[in-house]
């Protein structure tokens, strides 16, 4: 599972000596290509950024934010020759095929993060806070990333080796330029002409990285709250579409005045989104850092100049120098407001990785890698004829899952830690169960 390797008869006898000994081989397995494949498989199989290499929109400014990147595709042949073609039947176009390697570079950001954070036996809150993050040989030219991959990229004609593609190391985003009145790139050569000055990428580890906010982009009117949602998901255990009913009443549905900052049928959700939405605020509707025009903000021109479309002069409140909307709430994580020097996302990931419940959610996260299937949640209907095992079943794992996060907390957030422990459980190990003294409910709970 964790090596993609059968163990040897050395390992086994090994193993068998004692517990400590058998955790002593689990963590030896963790190292090389097929613990990093079940580390990057593990990761999409919860975040799913890969879908942006597999056919979801990704409207992120790879050409024209990117002079590093452009400079050196557009100086590529316009095509090339067949021996440097991989898997195409015919000599493709050079331009075309950087953007493609750069845009599989960018999309595997998150994942590389995760598995070197891990690989390198990191403090697992790395993942929400690291000041860096990874790049190949194609993503640190767009980057101008100081890096060294020990390679000759591209080669003296002018072409690169694409198998070096999979080779990623630790950069910072340096490359990415605002979008101001110096701004002037030629599309029909894909050049630019003219830009100020290049931005530097706050970075707050997964959160930052144009896949996450590629793969919940926002809208004018979504406002960061769907990257809020899964933030809380997948971070923190929460589920905000499922902590408080719905309403349906006609009344509370029609309200027009700011409902979400007002009407309590919506407040019950929305007072927890909403910071969290506002730390995002730096970041535009497709992933790209102050993407709007003068590079300051990402509030898009509806809100800062309604009369634009078709609404009345200031009647959205917002004045010069804002960078988050004033009908929403400020921006902020449960209750406190962020503060300080750091961009509010760089800020948001502290206050992630230090509530209790990062250390749990991070078992559940890992959960379906390790036992091959989603952790339970608990049972919504005391109808259902199964609801007394579903709980029992539920309760018992998440006892678990509690005693997992403790042992996780005391490694200092060693995530290898944390697999081993997950692997010595009895719910790994188990591979048989005496069940003439169990009742009925508790057979449908251990099924």
């Not at 498989?41 to 919860?46: E, L, R, T, V, W």
């Not at 597999?54 to 316009?78: H, V």
């Not at 794992?397 to 459980?425: C, N, P, T």
Request: proline share 6%; charged share 25%; hydrophobic share 35%.
């Amino acid at each position: 599972l964790l090596s993609g390797t059968l163990p040897s008869a050395e390992m086994i006898n090994r193993a068998k000596v004692s517990d400590e000994a058998l955790r002593a081989e689990v963590l030896r397995l963790m190292v090389g290509d097929g613990f990093h494949d079940f580390l990057i498989n593990g990761a999409n199989d919860q975040l799913l950024t890969d879908g942006l290499n597999n056919g979801i929109d990704f409207q992120f400014g790879f050409w024209d934010r990117f002079p590093g990147f452009s400079a050196y595709a557009s100086e590529l042949p316009e095509e090339r020759p067949e021996e440097f073609n991989d898997y195409h039947d015919k000599p493709f176009l050079a331009q075309n095929e950087a953007e493609w390697d750069f845009r599989w570079a960018v999309v595997r950001e998150p994942l590389e993060l995760i598995a070197d954070i891990i690989e390198s036996g990191q403090s697992y809150k790395k993942i929400l806070t690291a000041d860096y993050t990874m790049v190949n040989p194609m993503s640190a030219f767009a980057y101008r990333a100081d890096v060294d991959f020990g390679i000759e990229f591209p080669d003296a004609q002018g072409f690169y080796d694409r198998s070096k593609l999979n080779v990623f190391k630790r950069a910072r985003n340096l490359g990415h330029i605002p979008y101001d009145d110096e701004f002037n790139f030629d599309w029909e050569t894909r050049t630019h002409l003219s830009f100020s000055d290049y931005q530097e990428w706050p970075h707050a580890g997964v959160l930052s990285t144009p896949a996450w906010l590629g793969r919940y982009p926002s809208t004018d009117t979504n406002r960061n709250r769907a990257r809020a949602r899964w933030t809380y998901y997948h971070f923190l255990g929460v589920d905000i579409e499922k902590s408080a009913p719905r309403t349906t009443d006609p009344d509370a549905l029609a309200d027009t005045d700011n409902p979400t900052l007002k009407n309590p049928a919506c407040t019950v959700c929305h007072e927890r989104m909403d910071p969290v939405a506002g730390t995002y605020q730096s970041f535009g509707d497709q992933g790209s850092y102050l993407d709007q025009h003068g590079g300051k903000d990402s509030l898009p021109e509806s809100y800062k100049y309604p009369e634009w479309h078709g609404g009345e002069p200031g009647s959205t409140g917002y004045q010069e120098g804002d960078t988050w909307y004033r009908d929403m709430r400020a921006p902020g994580f449960e209750g406190t407001k962020a503060s300080g020097t750091q961009d509010s996302l760089q800020w948001l990931g502290q206050q992630i990785v230090n509530d209790p419940r990062f250390s749990a959610q991070a078992v559940r996260f890992w959960w379906p890698a390790i036992f091959g299937e989603r952790a339970a949640t608990p049972p919504e209907n005391p109808d259902l004829p199964d609801y007394d095992a579903r709980l029992m079943a539920f309760n018992a794992q998440e006892a678990l899952v509690g005693e997992l996060a403790e042992k996780f907390e005391a490694s200092a957030f060693r995530a290898k830690q944390l697999f081993a422990d997950m692997i010595l459980s009895p719910w790994f190990r188990t591979s048989a169960v005496d069940d003439s003294t169990l009742t009925a409910v508790q057979r449908v709970a251990l099924e």
